[in-house]
């Protein structure tokens, strides 16, 4: 391939260069994408030359996959499932998109042929960061697994410009770094410049009569802008059904622009443009200060407006009548941060199409579904209402509509109980007024569902107990899950051979269930060693990365305990430190202490307001300087930060976990995710009574998993007796001796007031009972060491581990989503075009 032009066509039939899937074909295509679209030949292709190249023979495979999905949604009225998320941690598109279309071993079979380093093809692509963690990674899983089921689904959400900042570690601290990921293009995409849609803020509104003369409600905005579809189609595995991810990026409405630049106010226009930019330029991250966030709701209000508008337009295009939209679609909220479609979607029947209150709340009503991801009081979202009346004046008008209805529905049921209506109104009149969008959420849904079983069980307990009061019916459970193509397929490639060895087939990775045939396994001694060799490859080469990003050396001899996830009090990393330095005090007081070897290894990103959560990377950072430079610790205890974790380096994380850290305060975390990915690749947990750990207990044995700590029916009734951590920091000397040498210096250059932030909350307040489940979580650890040792019974744990994991598939939760909220069927699409019979 010496020559800049592509090679001469070969005579005679050969597979389609743009569809076909074998290596030839693929290293045609290749080769013809190199040219014909990144305008390159081999000699002088850069590295990212070389990936897209890539990306877009991966992209016509879909494309074509996508058009015959489309046809056949379309012909049939597919009934659809709208995810209506303001974010999606999708992850690197290109390894995954391969497995999908079953060409994985073609492809690298092509690259070698090619004489391709493929793995750096791979390493080439930029990961879109549209989401912060857990909420937007689910949002990713679930499409995966909407189109693996075959369920015509669309999700919608936000082109942010940037998305999750990177992070870096600079003497410790944690860095933000902005995320320009469309720098270099996305081939994933393609921009869709005539489904745009006008999206309006501020002004006023006015009561006009309609032509029956019926009194109707506009809105007579200040500003408009538009939003532009960017689609990214989802392929699922094993199936050519592909969904659409539909983006909305932000842009200053073309016939405004227009205006100003006429009358000559060119300025004005290039103000009104930035403006309209800015809206879609920036995802936020979480656990900010509310305050001063008018760009966040705006932003909400851009993509829920857009989507509602794009829905509205499919209806009419394909069923017809609006008073058939519910049977069309369905719309499930990820969270509150859309739950304004609840008003948008009234706006737009009652104002536009000109519907009567009834029928348009009822179709409304029959559209929604709500999915709560969080009790933390913090994060449950209120706007205030002057912000509201400011910017969004008719859908404050239509709220308070709805609350009208709504509360006289509650004075009915509730005979004279002021408290409830004013603990249950959609409006919050404690201090400032506010809007409660999880109120409006639960209002407007016909389903609300929390995201594990303990969970689900406190949102009807707790923060919406009136509620489920009124409507018991409304509220059920979806425990969560993940995609066994990303987290193990893509991950861990040498499990997932493994797997497919043991299942006959990669029948396995649609229906996980299938890994309960490792069980008959587990206690022999070849397959062990098997296990164990792909646990310590993994190891490797995370060390290997380590070793070159982070400047740390590990010992894949070592047990591998990692604790990965958003840095936050509740999430205790910092009591996953004390015991860090519990250990290390062991080391210095008896160097001949026979302690089992650990590497203690952390990732994870900070907000950048949240001041501990930062202060909290900085004393791992500070903690790993000292103990990974003391002659007298001699290795045998490491500690490492691995920077940016984010979908690619969390990959690199799952396989090598020996322990998976899980150990938030009972009642916290609403499910957890990556407890659910670290347990599939072969970890065993030590972990709390919260979330989704209690399922994943359940599922794997309670012999097979480190329970420690108070549940959360005891956290409560510590907390209602008055909890005070002071009385443990007194009583327990180890624990006061951990604090102590954290306030020594030791760690800090001699400054002793550099942690005190983070240590006089623990001693004074301990929100989350750091100090109260400390003892508890030592034991529990010295239990881990000690079965380590047992190198023959851990890896049995390690294997029932991955077995029993069937159930915390992604497929499983969107299976229970489909047939119990959505009432929606797989609607397959055959290889020829027609539906399987
Ligand atoms: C953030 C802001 C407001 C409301 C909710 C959130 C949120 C919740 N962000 N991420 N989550 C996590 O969602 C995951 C998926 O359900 C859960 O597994 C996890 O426990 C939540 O913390």
Known sequence: ????????????????????????????????????????????????????????????????????????????????????????????????????????????????????????????????????????????????????????????GIRYEFGIFDQRIEDGWQVEVSDNWLRNGNPWEIPRPKICFPVCYGGDTERYRDADGQWRTRWVPAMVIQGMAYDTPILGFGTDNVNLLRLWKSEAAESLDFQAFNIGDYYGAVHAKIEAETISKILYPNDEPEAGKELRLKQQYFFVSCSMQDMIRLHLNTVGPLEQFDQKFVAQLNDTHPALAIAELMRLLLDEHLMDWEQAWGITHRTFCYTNHTLLPEALETWPVALFERLLPRHLEIIYEINQHFLDQVRVRFFADDARVARMSLIGEDGERRVRMAHLAVVGSHQVNGVAELHSELVRTTILRDFHDLWPERFTNVTNGVSPRRFIMVSNPRLGRLISEVCGGTGWARDLEQLRRLEEHADDPAFQARWREIKTAAKRDLTEWLRTRADVDLDPAQLFDIQAKRIHEYKRQHLNVLHIIRTYQRIKQDPNHDITPRAFIFGGKAAPGYFTAKLLIKLINAVAEVINHDPAVNGTIRVAFMPDFNVKNAQRLYPAADLSEQISLAGKEASGTGNMKFSMNGALTIGTLDGANIEIRRAVGAENFFLFGMDAAAVARRQAEGYHPWEHYHDDPELRADIDLINSGLFSHGDTSLFRPLTDQLINHDPFMVLADYRAYLEAQDHVSDVYRDSARWTRMSILNAARMGRFSSDRAIHEYAERIWKIAPMPVEPDGGTAT
């Open 1 to 156: 391939m010496s020559k800049a032009h592509p090679p001469k066509q070969p005579c005679e039939p050969r597979e389609p260069t743009r569809t076909g899937m074998s290596k030839e074909a693929l290293k045609q295509a290749y080769i013809d994408n190199l040219f014909f679209i990144q305008g390159r030949f081999r000699e002088v292709a850069t590295p990212h030359d070389l990936y897209m190249a890539a990306a877009y023979t991966a992209r016509d495979r879909l494309l074509e996959r996508w058009v015959r999905s489309a046809q056949l949604f379309k012909s049939s009225h597919a009934r659809t499932v709208c995810y209506l998320s303001a974010e999606y941690l999708l992850g690197p598109h290109l390894a995954k998109t391969l497995i999908n279309l079953g060409i994985s071993q073609a492809a690298r079979e092509a690259a070698e042929d090619l004489e391709l380093d493929f793995t750096t093809v791979l390493e080439e692509e930029e990961e879109p960061g549209l989401g912060n963690g857990g909420l937007g990674r689910l949002a990713a899983c679930y499409m995966d697994s909407l189109a693996t089921l075959g369920i015509p689904a669309i999700g919608y």
